[in-house]
Nanobody
Framework: QVHLVESGGGLAQAGGSLRLSCVAS????????IGWFRQAPGKEREFVAA????????AHADSVKGRFTISKDGAKSTVYLQMDNLKPEDTAVYFC?????????????????WGQGTQVTVSS
């Protein structure tokens, strides 16, 4: 069992920054990839970014490339999502999730464990 807890959401102005954290506990994570997803009101949940626990592979969705950066701190069992130059369209509930294996994927059904989500609201 893997337990994931997100934090760091809140209210930001357009052009501002937030850093989300995803703390993992439970099983060892050396064989897991961690992904960030988001769901805006009235829209389907979408892939944002993912990182292998080794840090050897990273992927970002085209919509956030150059603005968001995923990273990890293994010693703290934490994955971060640094969000810069925020836009109103980034407003959503952000979720982190764990997928078994070192292969990155944007496919949600490949992620077995999910956090409860953290709200990010960007005002114009």
């Amino acid at each position: 069992q893997v337990h994931l807890v997100e934090s760091g959401g809140g209210l930001a102005q357009a052009g501002g920054s937030l850093r989300l954290s995803c703390v993992a506990s439970g099983r060892t994570f050396s064989r897991y990839a961690i992904g960030w997803f988001r769901q805006a009101p009235g829209k389907e949940r979408e892939f944002v970014a993912a990182i292998t626990w080794s840090g050897s592979s990273i992927a970002h969705a085209d919509s956030v490339k150059g603005r968001f950066t995923i990273s990890k701190d293994g010693a703290k069992s934490t994955v971060y999502l640094q969000m810069d130059n925020l836009k109103p369209e980034d407003t959503a509930v952000y979720f982190c999730a764990a997928s078994l294996g070192e292969k990155l994927t944007a496919i949600q059904r490949m992620y077995s464990y999910w956090g409860q989500g953290t709200q990010v609201t960007v005002s114009s």
